[in-house]
């Protein structure tokens, strides 16, 4: 009996370590999905910015990390191309509305 017990415990740690896991990487998508929301939105607002084809090139890069599963990396990138333009949110200036959906 203690043995079933104690079996059914390891059954349900690993299933709670399955289970953060798969809800941290959901989270880290979701973190990419938004930050590359705004920075496109940065990028559209920003066509003139003399940092414009860095900040693409960054924008670019954070999209090809989220593709591969490098969430950390993929936001890192993304938050780089919205400082380059000027529309990070700790730098205090707003990120423009998103024109045309």
């Not at 079933?4 to 299933?15: D, E, F, R, S, Y």
């Not at 003139?48 to 591969?68: I, K, L, T, W």
Request: with cysteine; aromatic share 4%; net charge neutral.
């Amino acid at each position: 009996m203690l043995a079933k017990t104690g079996m059914a415990l390891v059954v349900l740690v690993g299933m709670g370590a399955v289970a953060n896991a798969a809800l941290a990487e959901e989270s880290g998508l979701q973190g990419c999905m938004h930050m590359r929301k705004q920075a496109l939105q940065a990028l559209d607002a920003n066509q003139q910015s003399p940092n414009f084809d860095s900040a693409r090139a960054s924008e670019r890069a954070g999209q090809e990390y989220c593709q591969n599963g490098i969430y950390d990396q993929g936001i890192k990138r993304f938050g780089r191309a919205l400082q380059l333009l000027g529309a990070d949110k700790s730098s205090g200036a707003p990120v423009p509305p998103h024109a045309g959906g």
